[in-house]
């Protein structure tokens, strides 16, 4: 028996990934789990964490046990990534309020 687009009914083949009639995605294509991709994803999770806190989320709804540890590894990424930024930010802030302080304080002692 031959498969048919959900959609709209017509016959497509087994190897189809849309149907040729409207388009619909007759297989969703298994996200990738090459070594590569892990690579790109972890670097993607620290240099831009909400984008990895949602791939994050996309391969944890996977099945197989390899892209549920993407998942898992890429939201711990995302995590400590968030936290490092945030507690660089809160240096900065303070280095420069303290500079500010210290020119405020030669100002007034004038
Ligand atoms: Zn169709």
Not at 3 to 30: I, Q, S, W
Not at 46 to 53: A, D, E, K, R, S
Not at 76 to 98: C, D, P
Request: glycine share 6%.
């Amino acid at each position: 028996m031959r498969p048919f687009c959900p959609t709209c009914h017509t016959e497509v083949r087994e190897t189809d990934y849309f149907c040729f009639n409207c388009g619909k995605n007759l297989k969703a294509k298994p996200l990738s789990t090459s070594l590569q991709a892990e690579i790109l994803y972890y670097a993607a999770s620290i240099f831009l964490p909400p984008l990895g806190f949602w791939w994050g989320v996309k391969y944890l709804r996977q099945h197989d046990p390899v892209s549920k540890r993407i998942g898992i590894v890429s939201m711990l990424l995302t995590v400590i990534a968030t936290i490092i930024t945030f507690a660089w930010g809160v240096r900065v802030m303070n280095s420069v309020s303290s500079q500010v302080n210290e020119q405020m304080n030669l100002i007034q002692g004038f």
